[in-house]
């Protein structure tokens, strides 16, 4: 158990195939897999004094729903698998949590899907991949 | 209740209009002698020469001075690392997720940039003359202390409720720090007062006023006091804007504060934009505009009580405007999550000097440049709002408009968040049952009409007497419970020297 492999997991079609083949991978070396689901948000962004009073409740629901719906049934199938497993939900910007986060836990490289957005809507909103590809410390694999 | 709604506002809609003519006048003469009652009761003036000083100045100047010693000057001390807070410096990634400082800040400024950065300022000029604007940037600088004990004190005094939700502010601090220095009936009774001075205060400078000087702006573009087809119907325009206010604040609709939220912001730095182009334009005035501010302030021309007059009218233009003292931030800075109650401090002293020392100032401006490349420009029937109105329409004629659409977005986002602070107040008394929370969201919608009847001397008289009235608990506290801040204060800042307190962001 020498190396962590990070995984971006975000409940899409790429991101699944993104953690079969981390699995994968993780086993053939002996690794262990962090499973991360970034919620997008930003400390600058403007909200009602209501909204600002609440937000704590909202944020630990939200990490809640996060662990138990959306990476607790991946943790165990890869669990069942035979590879060691760790969740880590966290808000940011995707990206940018992402690349901090393969410091964080000292990942030797990151696993992400490809959403296969169209060039028109990359371009517009800019894609997650890309700019993690452009930030990231360590190697990223784009799993198609 | 809904039918109680129902009938508030739709009767008196389908029976007005037949004596439209008379609601405004007819209204407006009723509140009158009321506001004046008030006026003189609550806004006690006490003769200093031949100005008159209010009770409730030197209150809050006494307490802005005081702390600002007692704190070492903390307003020039903790500016920088205030802005290196918000720049999010300081912030643990973990803790991502969680109300930011500048989400606080946000929140917080746009509840107190408002109507009062735009036409309280007119109003200072033109009772003080250009001095004013000297006290008011002296008084904004004052403040900065004040902010920060007060929003120190609602971070470290807050209550969890059990859903999750922070509730925070005057009426918990003195409640619960009293309580801590053996006085717990005293703090019962002072967070009771507090309570009860912010759910009535609420009404006027969170409300009435804001709603009055929306309604000043809107009628001036659409033709002027004289010729407006709304100028005698502040009914119409008061209940149109009691119901938007109503439906985000009773029917539960967040798009339109969403929306608003984020549209203010952009809107204050599009006013100082755009001040700052009319400024400019009129060049050749600014060096004489300045030095005005600063003779002004020491000798004025034409001022009722002269310097003493001057001083006390910008103190008090600035202490509504920036709400320093009243501690109504203090209850949206609450919400942040930390450690260390000092840092919230720390981010609110950077209020005062957004809202009054840059937006005042520059409205100041607009409007002293502009009166020494126009002698007698404005000078007669024109007030408020108005003023700064006209100020702007010498350089950029089409301004009016798009000034009204901000006024009516300032005095938006005004009224929501005080229509908050108030609701905390009056739930502190009641406790957080939805019958109560939507009776006092109904009489706040009220008086959002009653506002754009009456006219703004009225206005402004209550208004300032209930500021006194929520002030008096408020500093009160301060006074007590500030050995406490020291304290945190200057821990954290030997800690931030020991290194102990370290940026989380490696540049």
Known sequence: MDSTFLVAVDGSEGSDRAIEFATERALAGKAKLVLAYVIEWSPYSFHTPEELAERHGRREEEIERAQTKLLGPVAESVKAKGAEVEQIVRHGHTAQTLADLAGEVGASQIFIGRKGESRVAALLFGSVTASLVQTSPVPVTVVP | ?507
């Not at chain 2, 002027?224 to 009691?242: I, P, Q, R």
């Not at chain 2, 938007?244 to 798009?255: F, L, W």
């Not at chain 2, 020291?486 to 962001?505: L, N, P, Q």
Request: neutral net charge; contains cysteine.
């Open chain 2, 1 to 507: 209740m809904k039918r109680l709604l129902t009938s508030i506002f739709v009767f008196p809609m389908l029976s007005l209009p037949a004596y439209a003519q008379g609601i405004d006048e007819t209204i407006n003469s009723a509140t009158a002698p009321i506001a004046k009652f008030i006026g003189q009761v609550v806004f006690f003036k006490i003769p200093v020469g031949e100005a008159d000083l209010p009770l409730v100045v030197l209150w809050l100047v006494v307490g802005a001075v005081f702390f600002t010693f007692y704190m070492g000057f903390v307003n020039i001390r903790g500016f920088k690392h205030a802005i290196e807070l918000v720049r999010g410096d300081y912030s643990d990634p973990k803790s991502a997720g969680e109300v930011s400082h500048f989400q606080a800040l946000a929140t917080a400024v746009s509840g107190t940039v408002g109507i009062g950065n735009i036409g309280g300022v007119a109003v200072a000029v033109t009772v003080g003359g250009p001095g004013a604007t000297f006290w008011l940037i002296v008084a904004g600088f004052l403040g900065m202390s004040t902010k920060f004990v007060e929003c120190t004190l609602g971070v470290k005094y807050r209550t969890e409720n059990p859903d999750g939700s922070v509730s925070g502010g005057p009426m918990y601090y003195l409640d619960k720090g009293f309580a801590e220095r053996g006085m717990a009936g005293f703090g019962k009774f002072m967070g009771t007062f507090y309570a009860i001075g912010i759910f009535i205060g609420a009404l006027g400078i969170g409300n009435m006023f804001q709603s009055n000087q929306a309604f000043v702006q809107f009628v001036n573009v659409t033709g002027g006091a004289a010729d407006s087809w709304f100028a005698d119907k502040g009914w119409l325009f008061g209940t149109v804007m009691a119901l938007v206010v109503g439906a985000v604040i009773i029917g539960g609709i967040k798009s339109i504060a969403k929306v608003t939220e984020k549209v203010v912001p952009f809107m204050a730095v599009f006013y100082c934009v755009f001040a700052l182009i009319v400024i400019f334009m009129n060049y050749d005035a600014i060096p004489q505009a300045i030095a005005n501010i600063f003779t002004g302030a020491w000798s004025p021309e034409g001022v009722v009580g002269g310097a003493l007059g001057a001083l006390i009218i910008g103190f008090q233009r600035a202490v509504f405007s920036n709400e320093a003292g009243i501690g109504s931030a203090s209850i949206a800075h609450s919400a942040v999550r930390t450690n260390e109650p000092v840092t919230e401090g720390f981010v609110s002293l950077l209020e005062p000097f957004i809202d009054t020392i840059v937006i005042c100032t520059i409205t100041a401006l607009v409007i002293g440049t502009a009166q020494v490349a126009e002698p007698g420009f404005a000078l007669v029937g024109v007030q408020g709002i108005a003023m700064t109105s006209a100020a702007f329409e010498r350089e950029i004629s089409w301004f009016p408009i798009p000034l009204a659409f901000a006024a009516l977005l300032f005095a938006f986002s005004t009224m929501i968040s005080w229509s908050y602070y108030g609701l905390k107040g009056w739930s502190y008394l009641f406790g957080e049952s939805l019958k109560m929370d939507r009776l006092y969201k109904l009489i706040f919608c009220i008086f959002v009409a009653l506002g754009s009847m009456v006219q703004l001397g009225p206005i402004l008289d209550i208004s300032d007497a209930l500021v006194f009235l929520i002030a008096v608990p408020n500093i009160l506290g301060l006074y007590f419970l500030a050995p406490i801040v020291k304290r945190e204060m200057d821990s954290y800042f030997s800690r931030i020297k020991s290194g102990e307190i370290r940026k989380f962001k490696q540049a």
